[in-house]
């Protein structure tokens, strides 16, 4: 009787949000339905809640007489400023919160928004070469506790409201924005959860399918699929040690319960890819042996060879909420999980700092076993649609909406619709059009269906079929795969292998135009590439031979006694003679610190390359609008091409993104 109450009121919450096709309030990690689940527990002292209640409010932060530590106007991490004082203050607005909700005592109300308003009226940065780490783990516990006081009746005021997301839409997201591309997977995780977060706090839609379409398509090792590498379950994390490991999955899975109150199966997505890295890691904590590949991450900094025993045993707080979801929820099979999950039940806190909730007994523990997916509901619209140039066609993929029986796919070749119907009843949530045109720009939505109705249209998507006339992509040098340019309608992807420009043989992804008498191209890199050994530039070329005549400008990651930190520098070099050496042409120009924080390429730049006649000027820019000269050649060639290159500058891919790319 108790589960099908729970499902009505879960319907009832779905319902209204395809109806609406708003966010779902409180919808970070706690509905109304769980607050009431979690009151409703512990007023008849139910197992194992009442239990996980009862560790719960003996914490010193979960008191209405709690002392707060802060605020600060600075806080920062490696080097430290004040992350103890903000994470423990984090930790106690959340948790007063949510006694708030359970007890309807409002005293920890009025101490969850005292602890709120004074870091939201005073905290104006997040520093260290860590500020990433700071800005998504604290702060997450921060989001969560806003938006439980905020649609529960606490009397929260309107302009301390306001105030509040003003904060997090500009102190804590400017620093995680860009997520993590260039650190371990935790990083990216831990910066997806908290953008994620705001974005359902402050109704960003924006936001919230930038962060989606990271979490099944970034660059970085948090997407889920780098981190979760294969189907075995291994993790990008494995071969360092296991309290990293269990942190980065615990925390995409916090992402995917975000989506789930949003109407969204991001816990299935990729044939339930995360249940099989958490049972991986379950496993091997557990004691038990698990295979294991010898695999190079995605920045090319972190190479493993054997999975890793440090930290081996000790359970995070992090197997409830997934064995609820799989197992409670979904009534499909955990075995590792559930093991990890009773073992340590009921559930503590999220150690250390802010790194967790925590407390999954309390806060996830469901009925008996059950079907919450069922065609019950009006599905809510698909999201994080990602759309990609294959050859002659143009390939979908989505997440899935809870409760999605089938698809109906539009189309148009003008942004922002009329759409028309490409094709109906489709059944699984990728799609291949093959009726497009080579260089032309298509702009696609998706809408889910059940027997209850349609959804409304889900983000618009643009993609262009190959690249447009007369631009051609080609492979320069030796290379192990092929790159790949895509376009957006704004932005081009550089997807690369290769070495660069090397001293005689070069080896990289390059996309040009025919080469010109007179001719100028600008371009704008966008922040965060993958790795920290990739080079890009403009290039003109003779041909597309390894050893061509060729004038580049181009940046470069320059070797430093830090591999996390190189020495970004923009140059201009040209070979004279088809298999002679590169020559330097200028002086190499270290990147203003606007483009670079900490040796990480985190802010745009500009490049320009002007030819009149065989006369050829470079220049770089941090804004766009003032132009610093960066060298000047002869070229000694007049036919060949004129383009962008990118190159990884390892074994594994690169992604560059470019914008604002003019030819002229």
């Not at 996309?511 to 890009?536: G, H, N």
């Not at 020559?583 to 900490?598: G, H, W």
């Amino acid at each position: 009787m108790k589960r099908k109450i729970q499902l009505i009121a879960l319907l009832i919450v779905f319902s209204a949000l395809a109806k609406s096709q708003t966010f779902v309030h409180p919808g970070i990690l706690h509905s109304q339905e769980d607050l009431e689940r979690m009151k409703k527990a512990v007023a008849a002292k139910e197992e194992p809640i009442h239990s996980g209640y009862k560790l719960f409010s003996e914490n010193p932060v979960s008191q209405s007489n709690y002392t707060m530590q802060g605020p600060m106007e600075m806080v920062g991490r490696n080097p430290t400023v004040g992350q103890a004082v903000y994470d423990t203050d984090a930790n106690a607005a959340h948790h007063n919160a949510i006694q708030w909700a359970i007890t309807g005592d409002r005293a920890y109300a009025e101490k969850a928004i005292e602890i709120i308003n004074a870091w939201s009226h005073s905290l104006k940065s997040i520093t260290g070469r860590d500020a990433v780490l700071m800005a998504g783990l604290g702060p997450f516990k921060m989001v969560n506790a806003a938006e439980i006081i905020r649609y529960t009746n606490a009397g929260w005021k309107e302009q301390d409201i306001r105030k509040t997301e003003l904060h997090f839409r500009e102190v804590i997201y400017p620093v995680i924005k860009n997520y993590a591309p260039f650190a371990n997977g935790n990083w990216d995780a831990a910066a997806l959860k908290t953008v994620m977060a705001i974005a359902v706090f402050c109704s960003d839609k924006p936001m919230f399918e930038d962060a989606l379409r990271y979490y099944v398509n970034g660059h970085g090792n948090g997407r889920l699929t780098h981190y979760v590498i294969n189907e075995e379950g291994q993790i990008q994390e494995s071969g360092r040690d296991q309290g990293h490991t269990q942190l980065g999955i615990g925390m995409l899975a916090e992402c995917s319960e975000i989506a789930w109150k949003q109407g969204l199966n991001l816990y299935g997505y990729n044939n339930n890819r995360l249940l099989k890295g958490f049972e991986y890691v379950a496993k091997f904590n557990l004691g038990n042996e698990v295979p294991f590949v010898e695999t190079l991450d995605h920045t090319g900094k972190y190479h493993h060879k054997a999975i890793a025993r440090q930290d081996r045993g000790p359970l995070r707080a992090v197997y409830e909420q997934v064995y609820n979801h799989y197992v409670r929820r979904m009534g499909l099979q955990a075995a590792f999980t559930r093991q990890a999950a009773e073992k340590i039940r009921p559930e503590g806190p999220g150690k250390p700092g802010a790194d967790h909730p925590g407390y999954g007994t309390l806060f996830f523990s469901l009925p008996a076993p059950g079907n919450a997916a069922a065609d019950s509901r009006t599905p809510v619209a698909p999201a994080g649609v990602i759309a990609e140039a294959k050859g002659r066609a143009i390939a979908l993929s989505w997440i899935e909406p809870i409760g999605a029986k089938t698809y109906i796919l539009r189309r148009s070749e003008k942004k922002g619709g009329p759409y028309n119907v490409l094709s109906r009843n489709i059944l699984t949530t990728n799609y291949e059009d093959l009726t497009v045109k080579e260089g032309k720009i298509y702009y696609y939505v998706v809408s889910s269906s059940n027997g209850r109705g349609e959804s409304n249209l889900s983000q618009e998507v643009a993609v262009s079929a190959g690249l447009p006339h007369p631009w051609k992509q080609m492979s320069i040098g030796e290379l192990d795969h092929g790159g790949s340019t895509h376009l957006d309608g704004r932005n081009y992807t550089f997807t690369a292998w290769g070495k660069g420009l090397d001293s005689l043989n070069d080896s990289y992804h390059f996309a040009a135009v025919p080469l010109k008498q007179d001719m100028e191209i600008t371009l704008r890199y966008v922040p965060q590439l993958s790795s920290q050994f990739s080079s890009f530039g403009i290039s003109i070329r003779e041909s597309e031979s390894k050893q061509s005549r060729h004038l580049s400008l181009s940046i470069n990651p320059g070797k430093t006694e830090l591999i996390e930190a190189p020495a970004w520098h923009a140059r201009l070099s040209q070979r004279l003679k088809s298999g002679q050496p590169l020559q330097l042409l200028n002086l190499v120009q270290k990147l203003p610190d606007t483009a670079v924080t900490f040796g990480r390429l985190t802010g745009y730049y500009w490049l320009r390359l002007k030819k009149e006649g065989s006369a050829v000027k470079a220049y770089v820019s941090s804004n766009g609008q003032a132009w610093t000269p960066a060298g000047s050649a002869i070229l000694n060639f007049q036919k060949g091409w004129l383009g962008i290159f990118a190159a990884s500058g390892m074994a594994n891919e690169t992604v560059v993104n470019f914008d604002n790319i003019q030819v002229r």
